[in-house]
């Protein structure tokens, strides 16, 4: 598997951390150009690889830690995401107010499926706010739980993977409508710290 990383805020920064330290190699791209993530590649090794947005869409599994208002411009890059494993890592929040946006009770990761044709979106990294995403994985004698979702088994699984290799662990919670009343932002299990102890 190949992976890519889109966006450097909070969140891409916090797992752009993860796969340095566990020497994952992980291509990441912006919308600014491969030349403005040089600075982060330095700080963290060959195991970050700055890239232009086209070559960061062409790996195997597709991290977006970029806003989900952003997701329509990504859109335009790829026409068709058909064998890509998109890992849907946005939060649909309006703002100043800080609560879920009004998406017509539609899911915001069927909406990025629907802007994405043929990717396998798989829910995951949304939940646990960005200085916590950033920190040791392993907490009180256990390994902080990353929450995943999505329609594909094993699309799921890859992610579930992934997830494991990073040092958290994974918790498949079915598909996406049945996880979004605790996965979506404003769910029960946003910004909860889950430990799984052993």
Request: aromatic share 4%; charged share 20%.
């Amino acid at each position: 598997m190949t992976y890519a990383i889109i966006g450097s805020g909070a969140i891409g920064s916090a797992l752009i951390t993860h796969f340095s330290e566990k020497r994952i190699p992980v291509k990441v791209a912006n919308s600014r150009g491969a030349a403005s993530l040089d600075a982060v590649a330095g700080k963290h090794g060959d195991a970050v690889i700055p890239v232009e947005l086209d070559e960061a869409l062409a790996q195997d599994i597709v991290i977006l830690a970029l806003p989900f208002t952003a997701v329509p411009d990504l859109a335009k890059v790829r026409k068709d995401w058909s064998g890509t494993i998109v890992v849907d890592a946005t939060n649909a929040i309006k703002f100043p107010e800080f609560r879920p946006a009004d998406l017509g009770g539609r899911l915001s990761s069927e909406i990025v499926a629907e802007a994405l044709p043929g990717a396998k979106v798989v829910k995951a990294f949304n939940t646990i706010p960005a200085a916590v995403l950033a920190a040791d994985p392993v907490e009180a004698s256990g390994r902080r739980v990353v929450l995943l979702s999505g329609n594909d088994e094993a699309a799921n699984a890859s992610v579930a993977g992934l997830i494991e290799k990073l040092g958290f662990a994974a918790l498949d919670l079915g598909n996406l409508k049945a996880a979004a009343p605790v996965q979506q932002f404003g769910g029960s299990l946003v910004a909860v710290n889950l430990i799984k102890k052993g």
